[in-house]
């Protein structure tokens, strides 16, 4: 082990000289001959005393251990030499010793030989790598006795520290270094980068969680008692009405039928019973969709409604969210699942002012929530999503709508196993029953009411939920007295002649009214209904019912406005003679055949149009609306007022004949435009808002803009006086002042209309027929003991007293009109005469003779002959609005006679519905 032996000598001799090789910067060959001590011998010579390792002739790679100085924590290693060895050679491994040190272990250098060419030896150098200082020692200590190189000058290397001792080295103990990212490539993250975002974004969702959970705290509910009331007051400060009565009994959940509770889980939340509190991609939808505007989403779960009903504001903001959010995780971890659906179920809202499933249960079908069945639960589950919109006693038009919803429920009832499919399969709508609320809105208060909320909401003043909160004072367009004359008009020419006990019939009637000031478009005053207690639909708003005739003149208002002109090129007046033969087939539709019939399948040969217009003829208003063209129609009721998504309004020649089903406040807010020269300003029913009595609440800017041309509707004025004057709502004339408008009768005599003004107010008066059980629509056929109501009877003996009244200390004002021109002249009613026919005072309707009219006016006043008499002498009169033998102006309401265009059938084609309309 001794540093003097053979071995170690030639070990350090043999570095030694491969040190002073290296310095030279060649490798130079050994001659051949005796091999000196401790050298490696070439192939074939005999192995020189004192190193026992030098290679044989036969000699492979092998490995010699080298021993160094021993140590605590020595092992073998094997250290790596390269040398050119003989063109026989093969790579073998040379023994190296260092100078033994105290950390040094025994290595084995392996000497890799390079076969050259010729037999000439070529040295092969290896970069070294920094020296132990095992190897350093043995460098600075070699000896004669032993050799640097081997005999084909190949240099020991150095031995690599155990970090280099792999193929990937430099030959400096570093690492190579990593390029730099260049270009585009730099805007890119590593995944380092996302990795450590991804972690930070985690723990910190999980620290605002555990922040927020942690702060926010359940609070006292906020119990519907409190709420505050609205307040209704009219134009003049005096209390119309006030809606703060909180409809709401409280049930257990065991007081509640399971239909009834599987109908609201399968309407709001159907995994309520195996899901968290909270829906968080629920809640992050609508959070985003709140704060982006991008309008108002709920997706919350029944927990959380709850808790936004219970123990929260109603209002959509991030907040609010956020503190249902946490309130949610803690109340679902201090009650049940039972306790929470009873909570819900109590607090929900039905409309009707019903809080509760109870109270909702008695307010639409008069029986407890334990009697719920499937079919009327899935009804009042559906309503939890729309109350108002949903109820189709107030708004029948929406039924297709609330009946899809109830489809919904019940679909989903049957979908988790709680309704079997057999059940299912015969179960039939449901209808409601009227409702019957509380006498605080008795009388006409719940319409008016009623209507100012949808107001309110439709034009985004304020919200139902904040409605429902309270605290507002409202202040409305509407005069006390005006509202009470109209109220006095209806009972005494309508409802005060009803006997309901002897005459089924007489329990059909329903009736609507609204009164516009033409100048500022505010509503004066509104009739909903006899009570609102007793009839729940307003029929004001409603729009289920066909306008018939009242429609008209917007046809000749769209005629004048657009300039248009006849099939055969005559400019559309007045005085424009039409062909007014029963089911003419129009001319110039390209959708297909279609030819209307008149009322009583009348034909009255070629008449003008200011004559067509007193006698409602329907052929000629249908031709018409194509000269014209009915998108034009369309466009020119829209710009007066008609909601253009009115149903049944379509641009099809049947347009003139009053399909649409407008209510009678929109018809009210048209006929006001024309009776302000055509400048149309949005109707309004508030004059005033207030919040907590002190804040107020913005409004909508009144804007007025023109609708049509002053001449257009000017001239459309000057034909609706002469309805008043001779035509069929001579009736009118008991409001003893210069008055237009036009009747109508929507068909089978379901409706029956008058829409009218003088220059200070427009009204419009709408009777209509409904079954109070089924809600389904009514012909009036023997109301009052009569055989029909005609637009020309009740309707305008209403209107004539309610405008009296109502204009009672206002000096009476004529027309100032800027009409068409030639419009001042009026020519003859017909211009070809039939055969001559009588007018005394008959009222039977007259006869036709070969479809020909014989001139015959019904329902006309003996002896007048306003038309004119043509070539035979016939009259061409009035046809309806008044009572045979009697002046126009009769107030006995008897309305005998009157023969008002009713609509009497439809038959589909393609020119749109073929109604039998005609109303007069």
Do not use: C
Request: no cysteine.
């Amino acid at each position: 082990m001794g540093g003097g032996s053979p071995e170690t000598a030639g070990n350090a001799g043999a570095a030694a000289a491969a040190e002073s090789a290296e310095a030279a910067g060649n490798a130079k060959a050994v001659p051949s001959g005796p091999a000196s001590a401790g050298n490696a011998r070439t192939p074939g010579a005999p192995a020189a005393p004192g190193n026992p390792s030098a290679p044989r002739a036969d000699d492979t790679t092998r490995l010699t251990p080298v021993k160094d100085t021993p140590r605590a924590d020595d092992t073998a290693r094997l250290t790596p030499v390269k040398e050119t060895p003989p063109a026989d050679d093969t790579t073998r491994l040379t023994p190296v010793k260092d100078t033994p040190r105290t950390d040094e272990t025994t290595r084995l250098t392996r000497v890799k030989a390079d076969v050259p060419s010729a037999g000439a030896a070529r040295t092969t150098r290896i970069p070294r790598t920094a020296a132990t200082p095992a190897v350093a020692a043995n460098a600075g200590t070699g000896t004669a006795g032993n050799p640097a190189r081997t005999q084909s000058g190949t240099k020991a290397a150095d031995t690599p520290s155990s970090a280099n001792a792999t193929a990937g080295g430099n030959g400096n103990g570093k690492q190579p270094k990593r390029s730099k990212r260049t270009g585009w490539r730099r805007l890119i993250p590593t995944w380092r980068m996302v990795l450590g975002t991804f972690l930070v974004g985690i723990l910190l969702i999980i620290g605002l969680f555990f922040l927020g959970y942690s702060m926010v705290k359940i609070p006292p509910a906020n119990a519907l008692a409190t709420k505050q009331s609205n307040v209704f007051l009219y134009a003049d400060g005096s209390q119309l009405a006030r809606d703060g009565e909180i409809n709401r009994e409280n049930v257990t959940l065991a007081q509640i039928s399971k239909d009834a509770q599987h109908a609201v889980l399968a309407a709001e939340d159907r995994d309520f019973y195996t899901e968290s509190a909270v829906d968080p991609k629920a809640m992050i939808r609508a959070a985003w969709n709140t704060a982006t505007g991008k309008g108002k989403q709920s997706g919350s779960t029944i927990t959380q409604q709850y808790v936004k009903n219970y123990y929260l504001a109603q209002e959509q903001t991030v907040t609010r969210k956020a503190k249902e959010f946490f309130i949610s995780i803690k109340l679902d971890r201090n009650k049940s699942k039972d306790q929470i659906l009873e909570g819900y179920l109590n607090t929900s809202y039905f409309g009707r002012n019903a809080y509760g499933i109870q109270a909702a249960a008695q307010a639409y079908y008069g029986v407890d929530a334990t009697g719920l069945d499937p079919a009327r639960a899935a009804y009042l589950a559906a309503l939890v999503n729309a109350p108002s919109e949903y109820d189709i006693i107030a708004h029948p038009e929406n039924k297709s709508a609330a009946v899809a919803r109830w489809n919904y429920v019940l679909d989903g009832m049957v979908k988790k196993g709680w309704l079997s499919e057999s059940k299912r399969a015969g179960m039939k709508f449901p209808m409601p029953k009227e409702q019957t609320v509380s006498t605080g809105l008795s009388g006409q208060r719940g319409y008016i009411v009623d209507a100012i909320k949808h107001y309110l909401t439709k034009n985004n003043i304020i919200d139902a939920d904040a409605l429902e909160a309270g605290g507002y004072r409202i202040t409305t367009t509407l005069q006390k007295s005006k509202q009470n004359a109209f109220v006095k008009a209806v009972n005494d020419r309508l409802m005060d002649k009803l006997d309901k006990k002897n005459r089924k019939v007489d329990s059909y009637v329903r009736a609507g009214g609204a009164s516009v000031d033409p100048k500022t478009g505010k509503v004066v005053a509104m009739y909903g209904g006899v009570d609102y207690v007793k009839q729940y639909t307003n029929g004001a708003t409603r729009g289920d019912f066909q306008v018939g005739s009242t429609f008209k003149p917007f046809v000749f208002t769209s005629a004048v406005q657009n300039g248009s002109t006849t099939q055969d090129g005559q400019t559309i007046t007045p005085n424009t003679y039409y062909d007014g033969t029963n089911q003419r087939p129009v001319q110039g539709w390209s959708g297909g055949a279609y030819a209307p019939e008149n009322e009583d399948s009348k034909s009255y040969g070629d008449i003008t149009v200011r004559k067509a217009t007193d006698l409602s003829v329907n052929s000629v208003y249908a031709q018409m609306a194509v000269d014209v063209g009915p998108a034009k129609v369309k466009k020119t009721a829209v710009d007066l007022g008609i909601p253009a998504g009115t149903k049944d309004l379509n641009p099809y020649p049947s347009i003139a004949l009053g399909t649409a089903t407008a209510s009678v406040l929109d018809m009210a807010e048209a006929y006001a435009t024309l009776a302000n020269h055509g400048k149309h300003g949005t109707y309004t029913m508030i004059e005033k808002i207030t919040k907590d009595g002190t804040e107020e609440v913005d409004l909508p800017e009144d804007k007025t803009a023109q609708a049509v041309s002053r001449e257009a509707a000017d001239t459309t004025t000057s034909i609706l006086q002469s309805v008043v004057q001779t035509g069929t709502a001579t009736a009118a004339q008991a409001a003893g002042r210069p008055a237009a408008g036009k009747t109508g009768t929507a068909e089978e005599d379901t409706a029956a209309w008058f829409a009218g003004y003088t220059p200070d107010l427009a009204t419009v008066v709408s009777v209509m027929g409904q079954d109070p059980v089924t809600a389904a629509h009514k012909s009036l056929y023997g109301v009052m003991g009569l055989p029909r109501i005609n637009g020309g009877g009740a309707p305008t003996e209403i209107w004539a007293q309610y405008t009296q009244a109502a204009l009672k200390n206002k000096p009476a004002t004529d027309f100032d009109l800027e009409l068409q021109q030639g419009a001042d002249v009026q020519a003859p009613g017909t211009q070809a005469p039939t055969e001559p026919g009588t007018t005394g005072g008959q009222n039977d309707g007259g006869t036709t003779d070969g479809g020909q009219d014989q001139g015959q006016d019904q329902g006309q006043t003996a002896g007048q002959n306003d038309g004119g008499t043509t070539d035979g002498g016939t009259t061409a009169g009035t046809t309806d609005g008044g009572t045979a033998g009697t002046t126009a102006g009769t107030t006995d309401g008897t309305s005998t006679g009157t023969t008002d265009g009713t609509t009497t059938g439809t038959t589909a084609g393609p020119g749109g519905p073929q109604l039998r309309l005609g109303e007069q």
